[in-house]
């Protein structure tokens, strides 16, 4: 089955400084890798996705890029600010049944904390 | 409110007890996922609905867990004979289509503790 790692676990960064977050999957099936932020006691929350078909995805201050060869795909925050601090999950995610009904599997998350 | 909601948000039961948690997905997608987060991971996929249909289970869902949604509108997720590794945080997630393209998202979550 699909294996998603994500480094690093925890990552502090100054106001106003950029944070990556890095995944790596391990099955060429998957095809659309979203990322989720999840606040404390609230569900997860997408932020932007990317399909196989892309490179780069831009959303303001969001940016993510994949690199399906070396299947790895990375997030960007760029002028971080304190409510940017939550935990980040990347996902990939493959077709299930017949359809486009997505099967997603998860990394362990980053904590990022944005210092003011 | 229109995203997903769940309800109950918070369970405590004792181990041997049932519980069943509810999801109502947002109006008009057709597809209801149901995933099971621990302390400190991400979400794992426990199973899938296309309407009324349940289509897909993962090894996770022991006999012990059943997922119903009857008029393909709402759902329930009921563990029989808790046990203490049934302690989680119980999510839904509902998607729709555009063409190939499917967006899930998520509700707010039930957040179990068996004693």
């Known amino acids: 089955g699909e294996n998603v790692e994500q480094h690093p676990s925890t990552l502090s960064v100054q106001e106003g400084d950029s944070a990556v977050i890095k995944c790596t999957y391990s099955?060429?099936?998957?095809?659309?890798f979203p990322w989720y932020k999840q606040e404390l006691g609230k569900g997860p929350q997408l932020i932007i996705d990317?399909?196989?078909?892309?490179g780069e995805k831009k959303d303001q201050r969001i940016a993510v890029t994949l690199n399906k060869t070396a299947k790895h795909f990375s997030l960007h925050i760029t002028e971080t600010q304190p409510e940017d601090s939550a935990v980040y999950f990347c996902?990939?995610?493959?077709?299930?049944?017949?359809?486009?009904?997505?099967?997603?599997?998860f990394g362990s998350g980053t904590q990022l904390t944005v210092l003011p | 409110d229109t995203g997903v909601s769940q309800n109950p948000r918070h369970k405590i039961t004792k181990r041997g007890q049932n519980v069943t948690f509810r999801c109502d997905p947002i109006?008009?997608?057709?597809?209801l996922y149901w995933y099971r987060q621990t302390l400190g991971q991400g979400p794992e996929f426990l199973t899938y609905?296309?309407?009324?249909?349940?289509?897909?289970k993962s090894r996770l869902l022991s006999d012990r867990f059943s997922a119903e949604r009857p008029k393909g509108s709402f759902s329930t997720l009921e563990i029989q004979r808790t046990e203490q590794g049934d302690s989680a945080m119980y999510l839904c997630?509902?998607?729709?289509?555009?063409?190939?393209?499917?967006?899930?998202?998520f509700g707010p979550g039930t957040r179990l503790l068996v004693l």
């Open positions: 996902a990939a995610g493959k077709r299930i049944s017949s359809g486009s009904a997505r099967q997603l599997t």
């Open positions: 109006s008009e997608h057709n597809r």
């Open positions: 609905f296309q309407n009324e249909a349940q289509l897909e």
């Open positions: 997630a509902s998607s729709y289509t555009q063409g190939t393209l499917e967006t899930q998202y």
């Open positions: 990317i399909r196989s078909n892309v």
């Open positions: 099955d060429s099936a998957s095809n659309y």
